[in-house]
């Protein structure tokens, strides 16, 4: 279904790339742990941006904000004025340019909240202002509540 859509805005020249830049946090060693393995204790100096709690092999919240804005910042470089772009990623990635958005230190980005498959929209205007029109939009489209308890 994936692969069908994208032959589809492909024929109607429509520009799809996929960018290393915005893939989702690393979690390294984490990866396939549950929050109750790997500690609240640490996941709390996690959050907080605690360099030290960072998984073997992973990311810190400074590293990947710092990837996912440049990238974010490759995206609107390729825009003419009054284009728009969309950007489909995971929790981590909205929340670094969320936060960016909305002035939060990237200490603080993990609280905040986003729905499981939900809409957030960011204008930018020519002299680099963001606003944030709706965040963590989520239509009623007949979605079920997820497992996890996000949305």
Request: glycine share 8%; charged share 30%.
């Amino acid at each position: 279904e994936v692969l069908a859509l994208q032959a589809k805005l492909l024929e109607n020249n429509a520009d799809l790339l996929q960018m290393d830049g915005l893939k989702e946090l690393d979690r390294g060693s984490w990866c396939g742990k549950t929050k109750d393995e790997i500690g609240s204790e640490m996941m709390a100096r996690f959050d907080a941006c605690d360099e030290s709690a960072t998984p073997e092999g992973g990311e810190s919240y400074p590293f990947l904000k710092k990837r996912v804005l440049k990238a974010r910042d490759e995206v609107l470089k390729r825009l003419e004025f009054g284009q728009s772009a969309v950007i489909v990623s995971h929790l981590q990635v909205t929340r670094s340019i969320l936060s960016d958005a909305l002035g939060i230190p990237t200490e603080e980005m993990a609280g905040l909240n986003v729905a499981t498959a939900s809409v957030t929209c960011i204008d930018y205007d020519s002299a680099g202002t963001q606003t944030v029109r709706f965040q963590s939009f989520k239509p009623d489209v007949g979605l079920e509540t997820s497992k996890d308890g996000a949305n």
